[in-house]
């Protein structure tokens, strides 16, 4: 036993040797006291969850059943970030100084909510890819009327939201929302993809007559008329409303909207029902009151 003493010494002093070979240094960044880290993973950005806002089933403000929204309207938001969001939004450019002014902010949101309710349809999207450089322009427009597809700009639609002001404190905000379908609309009938929708629209118009008051004569304005109309369902003086009581006159045009322009999608019941526009603000009392003031803000709505 005493002969094998210098063999376990030489192993001790091998492990000892191994021991301080495998041990940590400071010039491995490692020290006695350090504790072993994870392993650095660079961060993931965080998704943004896209706000829905109202179900499928909630009016907005003129339209009964519009599309389900995708992007909630940015309540508290800067100018500039709405019309930056809309844009990103829609694919279209938005020009013109009046998206800037924090007064007409209530009219922009007009404008967002009538897109968002179009949303789920090609009605946009058609436009778009005919028209590359197509944009909506918030500007003032020289002379009455509210809005123009291509005279104020060329391949714009122009919204002249400064005047707006009057009727949306009128309470007939419905019309408005028609407004911004009436004149994209003009840009719609222009596109190829109309134009068997459109030739068919010339002959019933032929046949049934003028749909509303504004732009008797004009094939092209009734036709807007038609789909802004179809749309805006809650819109004051909607002749669809009056079809019901003239037995079905504008039946025809309804149905060509529905299957020709939005492919069997519609904002509201079918014609002869009552849709709900409970989201439609009534008018003040000193305006119901004065007949004259009723005629002359038609009058200028009517485009």
């Given at each position: 036993m005493i002969a094998r003493l210098p063999r376990v010494a030489a192993a001790i002093a091998g492990l000892a040797t191994m021991a301080a070979t495998l041990a940590p240094t400071a010039?491995?960044?490692?020290?006695?006291?350090?504790?072993?880290?994870?392993?650095?993973?660079?961060?993931?950005?965080?998704?943004?969850?896209?706000?829905?806002?109202?179900s499928a089933a909630d009016p907005v403000l003129g339209i009964p059943k519009p599309c389900k929204p995708q992007h909630a309207w940015p309540a508290g938001a800067r100018p500039a970030e709405v019309k930056?969001?809309?844009?990103?939004?829609?694919?279209?450019?938005?020009?013109?100084?009046?998206?800037?002014?924090?007064?007409?902010?209530?009219?922009?949101?007009?404008?967002?909510?009538t897109l968002e309710a179009l949303d789920c349809t090609s009605y946009l999207d058609v436009v778009k890819k005919s028209n590359p450089g197509f944009a909506i322009n918030a500007a003032h427009i020289s002379g009455w009327a509210f809005g123009d597809w291509g005279l104020t700009r060329p391949n714009a639609v122009t919204l002249d939201v400064y005047k707006w002001h009057e009727p949306y404190k009128a309470g007939d905000r419905g019309r408005l929302v028609r407004l911004v379908v009436h004149e994209i609309g003009h840009a719609w009938s222009q596109t190829p993809q109309a134009k068997?929708?459109?030739?068919?629209?010339?002959?019933?118009?032929?046949?049934?007559?003028?749909?509303?008051?504004?732009?008797?004569?004009?094939?092209?304005?009734?036709?807007?008329?038609?789909?802004?109309?179809?749309?805006?369902?809650?819109?004051?003086?909607n002749p669809y409303a009056r079809a019901v009581r003239n037995k079905g006159q504008f039946d025809a045009y309804y149905r060509l909207v529905r299957d020709e322009v939005f492919a069997g999608r519609e904002f509201g019941p079918a014609v002869g029902q009552t849709p709900n526009c409970s989201l439609a603000p009534t008018?003040?009392?000193?305006?119901?009151?004065?007949?004259?003031?009723?005629?002359?803000?038609?009058?200028?709505?009517?485009?």
């Open positions: 010039a491995d960044g490692i020290t006695s006291s350090s504790t072993v880290q994870a392993p650095r993973v660079a961060a993931q950005p965080v998704r943004p969850v896209k706000a829905t806002g109202p930056r969001q809309l844009a990103a939004n829609t694919g279209i450019p938005l020009v013109g100084a009046g998206w800037d002014d924090p007064k007409n902010a209530p009219m922009v949101k007009i404008i967002w909510e068997r929708a459109y030739d068919r629209f010339g002959q019933l118009y032929a046949r049934t007559g003028n749909f509303s008051d504004y732009g008797r004569g004009s094939v092209n304005e009734n036709f807007s008329e038609v789909v802004g109309y179809y749309v805006a369902r809650c819109a004051a003086g008018r003040p009392r000193q305006l119901a009151q004065s007949v004259g003031a009723r005629r002359v803000l038609k009058e200028k709505l009517d485009h």
